[in-house]
């Protein structure tokens, strides 16, 4: 879940994280006040929406981004009138930045800030590096609002440091940054005290990304926080209901909110293969295989969606209102492989659903298990056109196809079609564990022959096929060599196979 700057700013000051005063208001009469209240020579004037960029934004009068009204979505002005004036053009009006995509995003809410009198902008983030199992403070003395810039060009610039969450982030830790960003012994200090509140803001609330962009050093050499972006792993939202209640709706997907209001996982994509799937692995699988088989058709996952073991048929029905409600949606593939969740259960949700919002795009449904025989009598009685599918990538091939029937009938023409992702073989665990052992230390056979290189062994990658025939004699001709036959260069190889049904 991510939230708004202002939100994150509290949480900051919470945790003694240096920030400026500031008021988060609705209105343009509020932004006056807050003016007012604040009394600053000069404020800041930030429009808040979850996208970074704001201040290199423009501000359009439509959703559409047709209408600019101004450029920038941060502005510091003189005197409350000027704020006024600012929080006109910008509350009620749509913000287009680097991080919005191709789409806009309203300004409902805009923070008045005090003044800074900044003397440099340094960049800071924390987040979580699952490869090191650590959180990562990445830093840069080239902060503001080209960071996006200093990383493509100058990545040297970037600095990184994990530190351990049990422990926090040292002292020490912070203060080899502090002097590698060019600070002075008193800044150094300050970002030292800085740094460790934010290491601990984001270890504290179970943040996965913290960004501050800028972190200033003022011109009394205090460290602040000038802006703030936080998201959070929302498995772990149940431990802090003060950060739960940040949740802008206006933010989130319409339809991720009611999939979450039923207890339901279900994640917005960008496809049009709309999936009803039982089981998250099942319906990753599926995802995968709609991307695999249906790829020449341009078909790619219009959602992911675990309908769950125990779903009630009521919660099939408003699944699948939920799908159906998507515009982007072309087909639907009803993927269900019963086991606590009855195949009748699911038919009657899709049914029920069908009947009460009709049922406008071609449907496919590939079905399996417990009661299977009666889920798919309950279908092929309703008199519905459902296109049977008999297996996974049948459902998939089939579901790609009708979803450009539907498009042709529409007028619109058939999508085009995308490259085809590259399936991974299953490599059997022993294998891939012996093969990982050997590329860590170098074979058993290499470390006994001290060093010199022995025949390869089972593990290693297949050997390419020695050339055959006309080939062969080519190869020979330019050489001068004849080619081996790869047996005789993997002795022993065939001798024992791993036996890949074992074990996984
Ligand atoms: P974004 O990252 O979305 O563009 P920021 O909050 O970083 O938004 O603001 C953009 C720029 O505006 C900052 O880099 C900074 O130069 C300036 N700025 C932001 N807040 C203040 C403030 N309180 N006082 C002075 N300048 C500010
Ligand atoms: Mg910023």
């Excluded at 981004?65 to 409350?80: C, E, F, L």
């Excluded at 960008?270 to 995968?288: E, F, Q, R």
């Excluded at 091939?397 to 979803?403: L, R």
């Amino acid at each position: 879940m991510k939230i708004h700057e202002f939100q994150g700013k509290q949480l900051f000051k919470a945790h003694g994280v240096p920030v400026l005063r500031g008021i988060a208001c609705t209105t343009v009469d509020q932004v006056e006040q807050a003016a007012i209240q604040l009394g600053s020579p000069v404020v800041v004037v930030k429009s808040q929406i979850h996208a970074g960029g704001r201040g290199k934004g423009t501000v359009f009068a439509d959703e559409a981004g047709t209408r600019k009204v101004m450029d920038g979505g941060v502005k510091v002005v003189k005197g409350a009138a000027a704020a006024r004036e600012a929080g006109a053009k910008l509350l009620g009006n749509w913000l287009k930045t680097i991080q919005t995509g191709d789409g806009t995003k309203q300004v409902k809410t805009i923070y008045v800030e005090d003044g800074c009198q900044i003397a440099k902008e340094l960049y800071l983030s924390i987040l979580l590096d699952r490869a090191a199992a650590a959180p990562v403070l990445v830093v840069s003395r080239e902060g503001g609002m080209d960071i996006e810039e200093v990383a493509h060009h100058s990545p040297e610039k970037i600095l990184k440091l994990h530190f351990d969450p049990h422990m926090g982030l040292g002292a020490y830790q912070a203060r080899r940054l502090g002097f590698e960003l060019g600070l002075t012994p008193i800044q150094v200090n300050n970002f030292v005290k800085t740094a460790q509140a934010l290491a601990k803001c984001f270890i504290e609330t179970d943040a996965d990304m913290l960004e501050v962009n800028p972190l200033v050093v003022t011109i009394n050499d205090e460290i602040v926080a000038l802006d703030s972006k936080m998201s959070f792993d929302d498995n772990a939202l149940f431990r802090h209901p003060d950060i739960a209640a940040f949740l802008d709706p206006n933010e989130e997907d319409a339809a991720e909110l009611e999939a979450k209001k039923h207890d339901m996982a279900f994640v917005k994509l960008d496809g049009n293969i709309g999936c009803m799937v039982n089981g998250a692995g099942l319906a990753m699988a599926t995802m995968d295989a709609i991307a695999l088989y249906g790829s020449d058709q341009g078909a790619f996952p219009a959602n992911f969606l675990d309908v769950g073991g125990g779903a009630t048929a009521e919660k099939v029905t408003t699944a699948f209102k939920i799908i159906l409600k998507d515009p982007s949606v072309e087909a639907i593939l009803v993927n269900i492989f019963g086991g606590i969740m009855k195949c009748d259960t699911i038919a009657s949700g899709v049914l029920t659903a069908v009947r009460e919002v009709g049922l406008d795009r071609p449907l496919v449904v590939r079905l399996e298990g417990t009661n299977v025989a009666e889920g798919k009598k309950m279908i092929a009685e309703s008199g519905l056109t459902v296109i049977a599918a008999d297996d996974l990538k049948d459902g998939c091939v089939k579901a790609a196809k009708a979803a450009n029937a539907y498009r042709i009938a529409k007028g619109i023409g058939p999508r085009p079609a995308l490259p085809t992702p590259s399936a991974i073989a299953y490599i059997p665990r022993k294998v891939r564990k012996s093969a990982e052992k050997v590329r860590k230390s170098g074979s058993p056979e290499v470390r006994k022959s001290g060093g010199k290189p022995m025949a390869k062994t089972k593990i290693v990658a297949k050997k390419k096929a020695a050339p055959a025939g006309k080939k062969a004699k080519a190869v020979m001709k330019k050489t001068g060599k004849p080619t081996k036959p790869v047996k005789k260069a993997a002795p022993k190889a065939s001798k024992k196979p791993v036996k890949s049904s074992k074990r996984r």
